[in-house]
């Protein structure tokens, strides 16, 4: 055999394995996920009973006229509304974040010459004044004839403008509020592009009992809805596991003073304790946890990622783990690029809202661009989980499922030498960890 | 109000329909009949006089009668006179019919639509409820912008601002005697016409999750409210006191049980009549007689979607607005009315004991996506995302 020959063979037999292998890519069976990626074992009576009716199977598709309107040939500006706190909130330095990441984006379209030469234009609302003041906010942008708008972080306000939304048909990109329920109303006039409560839930569950073989966590969390349903879904878990709660204890925003639950939650003597809060009130509590010398590990909500809590924390912030929606260390070059266009723009630092509500203004924009000024057919592209599905946004790549929330990889955070580490948080183990790390069954199988 | 002249394929309908439903149903005498046709609406206000609600009960509460089914179908849009082709609800009142839309309430009266806008002393154009006080016949009006009295030509206006109401979009409004009840995003809010005062209920006095609500209405000496993630709320006025009903589960994703209770914690609306509580939700429907919940799904019976946008029930029959077209129910048996995605035309099918027949009509709704009914003896109006609808009674 001539070695031209030879190399021919091998040649080809390298090219039979490069092509089988992108084959079996090609050919690989779509994992089968459940709901919210759950797992089998903390799937809600799934061990006990199948439910009579599965929702969310499919997406639910948006019936009503509309498609056929055009918009007014006499159009100075293309409106976007944006709906969060900008006064009255203890959560306006996250609101003006957001609105600044969503002014970022639309600068920067503009640049590009906009739609068809007209500019995009933001229609700020301030979702924190009357009581359900999102409703009546939704209306005035329905007034001011903005084609979709961007909103909101607290829960209660993301819900009431979302039922507006529905009713005067607005599409609603929600970019900060990680309230699971959000998305699990069937509305189809909405998409999250940021991970909910579920999600970071669900990372903790399998970090604490899992990976750390922690049976008997204490929970301290706010007392309002974002602490009542953004636990809910670790509880449900844990629960299932075999693992509730030993104590539940409840403060309010602004509280400082924190002794007397942690003096109920010392008698009970948990493995460890999980702060569910805003980062101020959770770093003052790990502050009076260590002082009232409780050495239990400390976990924590999405919300503890933040320079206010490190600040106020301090060192006793050293090995406190909790979850973020995305990697505010990634070196992906438009996160980078982002990341120094908002600091020169802004002066200031991007945080977690800024960085998603820039995503959720591109959507918005890029679904502008692709279908026109028609707000139906807004909805439609980015709801036909097609044109928008792993959308590569600045924060990572943005996956919906069937209600168009946002599932993708979210992260653990660790505090290192000051600074939070992020890594993807692992899919779930099946079977549990004792606190010597040895897997046994699931206790409540038994 | 004179009955349009009919068209042969609308006749053929008829004489189809009929036919049908004879063998289907046996005695279609049942359905209520008046003499000279009329709106169905002009019945005395006067406390000593049957009301609309009261004769309609009665012509359809026997259980052995049919279900009604409404045929001749005439559509309005803009061109007709609306204000906007996109109507929120329709509220029959005597000789005239109320519609809301999202640019102005329109008026039928005498074979002509007139249309009442801010500029006439409403609130806010948007248009989203309206209720008729038996006892004083003002309108209710329920706008994006606030809630709106109409009596004697004039429009009298409440607001987050100027009362004590809940939150000006007015999802809900419902007239019980002389007290007034609102459902809003912010809360329910009761409005006493004799003392004019206006009490609310929020999650902090009542049991609500939160205080999102969206529908409203009244039966049996109590208020109902559909809460958004907080199922429906009942408030005994005898008593003043509230009970919840939600779906046991617990979960969103999830029904575990068909019958255990609402299908769903997010409700759209409520309506009791005939002994009967029905319950809307974007997932299905339910309804209760006081000691038993009932849910159906359009998988397991005669309902056009599992998405309901309102509920209104007259006499044993609960008229459902889906986002795939209107459906009735006694819980047994079924009437949907569909319209055809390509032509005027639709049909309505009728299910009786898993049994299905269809029946052409010509034309049909204005559109699929229905958002506001409103029933008397003869005639049924249906606000949909693409103009209104008028039914009538096939005898």
Same mark, same amino acid.
């Given at each position: ?264 939650? #010392? ?35 999405? #919300? ?143 | ?78 061109? $007709? ?167 046991? $589960? ?90 055809? $995605? ?35 003896? $003869? ?17």
């Amino acid at each position: 055999m001539t070695t031209i020959m030879k190399r021919i063979i091998w040649i080809s037999v390298f090219c039979y394995f490069i092509l089988m292998g992108q084959v079996s890519n090609l050919n690989a069976q779509e994992k089968k996920t459940n709901y919210g990626k759950a797992s089998d074992e903390i799937l809600p009576y799934d061990k006990f009973a199948k439910a009579y009716k599965y929702h969310f199977l499919t997406p639910i598709e948006f019936y009503g006229a509309g498609r056929e309107k055009t918009a007014l040939k006499d159009l100075k500006e293309v409106r976007i509304g944006f709906l969060g706190p900008l006064t009255t909130s203890v959560m306006v330095p996250q609101g003006i974040q957001m609105l600044q990441g969503a002014t970022l984006a639309m600068e920067e379209a503009n640049k590009k010459g906009g739609y068809k030469g007209l500019p995009f234009k933001i229609m700020p609302h301030n979702d924190a004044g009357l009581w359900g003041a999102a409703a009546n906010e939704v209306v005035k942008m329905d007034d001011e004839k903005v084609w979709a708008f961007l909103g909101s972080i607290d829960d209660i306000v993301s819900h009431v403008a979302l039922r507006a939304a529905l009713k005067l048909e607005i599409y609603m990109v929600c970019t900060g509020d990680p309230d699971p329920t959000f998305t699990e109303t069937n509305i189809p006039w909405q998409c999250r592009v940021i991970s909910d409560d579920r999600q970071s839930g669900y990372a903790l569950v399998n970090y604490i009992h899992k990976k750390k073989g922690h049976k008997r966590v204490a929970m301290i969390r706010v007392n309002g809805r974002y602490g009542r349903v953004g636990v809910k879904e670790y509880a449900d878990a844990a629960v299932r596991l075999g693992f509730p709660f030993v104590i539940e204890e409840r403060f309010n925003d602004g509280e400082t003073d924190f002794k007397a639950q942690i003096e109920r939650v #010392r008698k009970t003597n948990p493995d460890a304790i999980l702060l569910w809060g805003n980062a101020k009130e959770s770093a003052l509590i790990l502050q009076q946890i260590r002082a009232a010398g409780l050495k239990q590990p400390v976990f924590g909500s999405d #919300r503890m990622v933040s320079p206010e809590f490190l600040k106020i924390a301090g060192p006793l912030a050293e090995g406190i783990v909790t979850t973020c929606q995305y990697n505010p260390n990634s070196t992906d070059p438009k996160y980078l690029a982002f990341k120094s266009n908002y600091s020169k723009r802004f002066k200031q630092e991007p945080d977690v809202f800024a960085a998603h509500a820039y995503d959720g203004m591109n959507i918005i924009i890029d679904a502008i661009k692709k279908v026109g000024l028609n707000r139906v057919l807004i909805r439609d592209v980015i709801a036909g989980l097609k044109e928008f599905q792993n959308y590569p946004g600045v924060t990572g790549k943005i996956v919906f499922d069937h209600s168009w929330n946002d599932v993708s990889d979210i992260y653990m955070a660790e505090v290192r030498n000051g600074k939070f580490e992020f890594t993807v948080a692992p899919p779930m183990e099946t079977g549990q960890r004792t606190g010597n790390g040895k897997k046994e069954p699931n206790s409540y199988t038994n | 109000m004179k009955i349009p002249v009919k068209s042969k394929p609308a006749l053929k309908s008829v004489i189809v329909a009929f036919v049908i439903l004879s063998g289907l149903t046996g005695n279609m005498e049942s359905v209520s009949a008046s003499g000279p046709q009329k709106t169905g609406n002009e019945i005395s206000k006067a406390n000593n006089q049957p009301n609309p609600k009261e004769t309609s009960v009665k012509a359809v509460a026997n259980d052995s009668k049919p279900m009604p089914v409404y045929g001749r179908w005439k559509n309005f849009t803009t061109k $007709d006179g609306l204000p906007s082709d996109m109507a929120y609800t329709v509220k029959i009142d005597g000789n005239r019919v109320l519609v809301g839309t999202h640019d102005g309430m329109a008026v039928f009266e005498n074979g002509k639509w007139r249309t009442y806008t801010t500029k006439d002393g409403l609130p806010h154009n948007g248009i989203v409820s309206i209720d008729v006080s038996e006892v004083t016949g003002d309108a209710w009006i329920g706008t994006l912008g606030g809630l709106s009295r109409w009596s004697g030509g004039k429009f009298e206006n409440f607001t987050q601002l100027n009362s004590g109401m809940p939150n000006d979009l007015v999802y809900g409004v419902c007239c019980d005697g002389k007290d007034v009840w609102v459902a809003t995003g912010g809360g329910a809010g009761h409005y006493d016409t004799n003392l004019k005062q206006w009490e609310i209920f929020t999650e902090k006095n009542a049991p609500m999750h939160e205080p999102w609500t969206y529908g409203i209405s009244a039966g049996d000496g109590k208020i109902f409210i559909a809460a958004w993630g907080g199922g429906v709320i009942e408030y005994t006025k005898s008593t003043k006191k509230f009970r919840d009903y939600t779906d046991p $589960d617990g979960e969103m994703e999830i029904d575990l049980l068909l019958n255990d209770g609402p299908v769903h914690d997010i409700t759209t609306g409520t309506s009791w009549a005939d002994g009967k509580l029905w319950v809307s939700s974007y997932f299905g429907l339910c309804n209760y007689d006081g000691k038993n919940w009932k849910g159906y799904f359009d998988t397991d019976s005669g309902l056009a979607s599992n998405f309901i946008n309102f509920i209104r029930a007259e006499g044993r029959v609960a008229f459902i607005c889906t986002d795939k077209g209107l459906s009735s129910s006694d819980g047994t048996n079924w009437v949907t009315y569909i319209k055809n $995605d390509k032509n005027a035309d639709g049909k309505a099918i009728i299910t009786t004991g898993g049994v299905k027949k269809e029946i052409p009509l010509s034309p049909s709704l204005s559109h699929n996506f229905i958002i506001g009914v409103d029933a008397d003896k $003869d005639f049924i109006w249906v606000a949909t995302s693409s103009g209104v609808s008028r039914g009538e009674l096939l005898k």
